[in-house]
């Protein structure tokens, strides 16, 4: 199965979260928070969205940081992802 997102949407695999701290600190698994940087896996067209003109700015494989509070989370497949709109997408990761 495979996730097609429409419109302004992007769907991104959130990269793993740090095992250790900068310090060496292992942090156990709950009190890792999530990382707001993802991989962008599939990209929509774009186009007219809400009656603006949308031109999609972010690519596969683009690395990204994203919104905290932003997008919806889906399992599929035993894999998790987020869907977002693209202006929750702060930055690109270079």
Do not use: C, F, H, W
């Not at 977002?84 to 690109?92: G, H, K, T």
């Amino acid at each position: 199965m495979k996730l097609v997102p429409l419109g302004d949407r992007v769907v991104l695999k959130q990269l793993a979260a740090e095992e250790t701290t900068k310090s060496g600190i292992v942090l156990p698994g709950q009190n890792k928070e999530k990382p707001q940087q993802a991989e962008v896996l599939a990209v929509g067209p774009g186009g007219t969205v809400d009656g603006k003109e949308v031109k999609m700015e972010v690519k596969v494989g683009d690395q990204v940081i994203y919104s905290k509070y932003s997008g919806t989370e889906v399992k599929l497949e035993d894999e998790e992802y987020i869907i977002v709109r693209q202006n929750d997408i702060l930055a690109i990761v270079e």
